[in-house]
């Protein structure tokens, strides 16, 4: 069901690759809540995803780009600006990706330069993004810029290595220049602490069914899908969330507070032999 949320409204949209991304569900719910906006992705992911087809669904025009380069990201504001008629109104930054992952190496033998390049990847990208709009001038007072984030760049979670140190990163940017840019421009600056969901990129880290069992026995609510997660993001950039901003906003079905839960508890109970009658006195 679609609120007119973003009508006239306009926007870039990073990282979406195929139907499991994130950011493919964000274009789809901003399409059809009334917004026109670009894609952008990097060539290598041009090739083998299927953002043609979103874009052709969404009548969007694809920009292609390396997050990583300020030359390449000043393209995609001017030449948005150019399609779209006019200034940017909410950016999504869907970007994530580590060779020390891909690599399996562990976090106490981590490759220096994938660690450099994870950062510059994941979350110095958010910075740049950030530093090119605030400089052009591209984004409308009470744009909304969201980010997405992690819980582990608060909590160590085993196997999500030096992606949890880009997380921190990416966060602490939110909150800095979000700062500056609401105080300057009256834009807002968020990231979105999502549920573990198997997306292609989530789909490499270690231990992803368990973990997804683990958490979605821990959250109260369950895991938040994907097409959960875009309602959320079309909600922060509408203008019903006009003075939000420099939060990470934990989506994740009420994980981030939990200690320990019930049906956690029960499994874990079920791990040794002859204990029922233990389980049956936690129900």
């Known amino acids: 069901m679609a609120y ?15 139907k499991k991304s994130i950011a493919w569900k964000v274009a789809e719910k901003a399409f059809d809540e009334g917004a026109s906006f670009t894609l952008s992705n990097t060539p290598t992911a ?5 953002l043609n087809e979103l874009a052709a669904n969404c009548n969007a025009e694809i920009i292609p780009a390396d997050a990583t380069s300020t030359k390449d990201l000043t393209l995609v504001f001017e030449q948005s600006q150019d399609i779209l008629g006019g200034k940017i109104d909410f950016v999504l930054h869907s ?12 976090y106490s033998d981590l490759n220096y330069e994938f660690l450099n390049k994870t950062l510059d990847i994941s979350a110095i990208s958010f910075h740049k993004m950030l530093q090119i ?3 052009m001038d591209a984004i409308n007072e009470w744009g909304s810029i969201v980010a997405l ?3 582990a760049a608060q909590r160590t979670l085993y196997g999500y290595n030096d992606m949890a140190d880009a997380k921190a990163l990416l966060e602490s940017i939110a909150r800095s220049f979000g700062y ?3 105080r300057d421009k009256k834009v ?6 999502q549920s573990p969901t198997r997306t292609t990129a989530g789909s490499g880290v270690k231990g992803i069914d368990g973990l997804m069992d683990f958490t979605d026995r821990m959250s109260p609510l369950g895991n938040a899908t994907a097409e ?4 959320y993001c079309i909600s922060l950039f509408s203008d019903l969330t006009r003075k939000v901003t420099m939060q990470n906003l934990y989506h994740d079905g009420g994980f981030s507070n939990m200690g320990m839960s019930l049906k956690a508890m029960q499994m874990y109970y079920k791990s040794f032999q002859g204990t029922e009658d233990s389980i049956e006195e936690l129900e």
């Open 95 to 106: 970007i994530g990706m580590s060779l020390n992952v891909r690599k399996k190496r562990i």
């Open 46 to 50: 041009l090739r083998f995803g299927e």
């Open 4 to 18: 007119n949320l973003l009508k006239g409204k306009k926007g870039i949209i990073f990282g979406a690759l195929d």
């Open 188 to 193: 807002r600056v968020n990231t979105i602490s």
């Open 149 to 151: 984030s992690y819980v």
């Open 133 to 135: 709009a605030f400089q």
């Open 228 to 231: 959960d997660c875009a309602n």
């Open 180 to 182: 500056i840019y609401g």
